[in-house]
């Protein structure tokens, strides 16, 4: 169902048609995308638009991101195999719905992006993707998918539990939430404020914080536990660096030798997760969640 962000009527998405029977309104076209935000779409906030170039050209061959893939994929294929329909909030360049269209190319995919400069890159990635320039403090869809997902996206708005109960009103009954935040606020360094993160989750935060807003979960652990010390030693070093000096290629851009590693040692932590162990403590958190049926 569609929720017209005008006048609040919900109606059909069967119709293939994006005008509000009540109202006739319709949302913007930006590059010939639906915006539902389009006020927002040079400058949302929370991120800066000009990483997503940066991002696009080291993604796939960055052990974080491919590690992080591999995990995602694995939940799915672990909680909810024949999937039909998912929406990944906060798209990007499009790297997690690419690996997710692969998974199941007979799943309608849909992703979102407050930023239209990050959607250019996903639409050549996953050409056969819905895609759409959108908030995510007001989305559009009233028990629409049957899985949604946000991956490291809650840190970058302020209103997080606002985001959760978008989140929970967009999937069907009985439908799957997928998040990973990071983690620690410890951790916190220049690097997060470089990236615009307002917060570092704690475990009881955000369990907190899904659970208040409607959902079930089923899995909650930590990643990149093994990297943490190397992590947390990075960050002490980096804590008091000025803004201007931080290169964000220089921290994607590893030595092979050194990605390869961390590689390795997140294929090891992921190998541990699906043995059903959680660690306590990482410089991620995961979260998969269920809207219960008759919420």
């Known amino acids: 169902m569609i929720r017209c962000l005008h006048c609040d009527t919900v109606f059909s998405s069967s119709e293939n048609s994006e005008i509000c029977p009540a109202c006739g309104w319709t949302p913007a076209r930006i590059d010939g995308l639906p915006a539902y935000a389009p006020e927002l779409a040079q400058a949302g906030g929370g991120f800066e638009p000009g990483y997503f170039d940066d991002l696009a050209g080291l993604e796939a061959n960055n052990f974080w991101f491919q590690s992080r893939n591999k995990l995602l994929q694995w939940v799915l294929r672990r909680f909810r195999p024949n999937f039909s329909s998912f929406l990944e909030v906060g798209c990007g360049t499009g790297f997690v719905i690419t690996g997710i269209a692969r998974l199941n190319p007979h799943a309608r995919i849909a992703g979102s ?128 660096k000025p803004l201007g000096e931080i290169d964000v290629r220089a921290e994607l851009q590893l030595p092979p030798v050194v990605n390869m590693i961390f590689k390795f040692l997140l294929s090891c932590e992921i190998f541990l997760i699906k043995a059903g162990i959680s660690a306590p403590v990482g410089g991620s958190r995961l979260v998969v969640a269920r809207k219960p049926e008759g919420s």
């Open 113 to 240: 992006e407050i930023f239209t400069a990050g959607l250019s890159f996903a639409r050549e990635r996953v050409p056969t993707a819905s895609l759409m320039q959108m908030d995510a403090r007001n989305i559009p869809f009233i028990e629409e998918f049957e899985v949604v997902g946000a991956f490291d996206v809650l840190e970058h708005i302020e209103e997080d539990e606002l985001v959760l109960l978008q989140l929970h009103a967009a999937l069907k009954e009985g439908g799957l939430l997928m998040i990973t935040v990071p983690q620690h606020p410890w951790l916190w360094s220049t690097l997060d404020e470089y990236s615009r993160h307002f917060r570092r989750y704690t475990e009881a935060e955000l369990r907190r914080k899904v659970e208040a807003a409607g959902f079930e979960i089923l899995r909650n652990t930590s990643f990149v536990t093994l990297l943490l010390p190397a992590m947390a030693l990075s960050r002490l070093v980096r804590r008091d």
